[in-house]
């Protein structure tokens, strides 16, 4: 099992720039697979970002694209969302996910996919 902790959320004017940390225990964290999900009040949870158990292979959300980057240190145990170019429309609450894999390259894209999940850091965008 691994246990995912949250880290790096705040207020951040539009334009803005933030960096979200997600540790995660346990000595098995390379065997993960880890994604960014946000939820917004009254919205379903939404895919941000993924990235594979190696860290080689990574994919967006169409309206993060170009503006979020995940990255992932293994030896660490911790990965990254760093955020630039804020916008309102990016306020939530942002999780962690993991999920175990075999593969070096898979992603995981929905919510349902992932078996651990951290408690959430709030991103507020303000104009």
């Known amino acids: 099992q691994v246990q995912l902790v949250e880290s790096g959320g705040g207020l951040v004017q539009a334009g803005g720039s933030l960096r979200l940390s997600c540790a995660a225990s346990?000595?098995?964290?390379?065997?993960?697979?880890m994604g960014w999900f946000r939820q917004a009040p009254g919205k379903e949870r939404e895919f941000v970002a993924a990235?594979?158990?190696?860290?080689?292979?990574?994919d967006y959300a169409d309206s993060v694209r170009g503006r979020f980057t995940i990255s992932r240190d293994n030896a660490k145990n911790t990965v990254f969302l760093q955020m630039n170019g804020l916008k309102p429309e990016d306020t939530g609450v942002y999780f962690c996910?993991?999920?175990?894999?075999?593969?070096?390259?898979?992603?995981?894209?929905?919510?349902?996919?992932?078996?651990?999940w951290g408690q959430g850091t709030q991103v507020t965008v303000s104009l």
């Open positions: 996910a993991a999920q175990w894999t075999l593969s070096s390259g898979t992603l995981y894209y929905g919510p349902l996919e992932y078996n651990y």
């Open positions: 990235i594979s158990r190696s860290g080689y292979t990574t």
């Open positions: 346990g000595r098995t964290f390379s065997s993960y697979a």
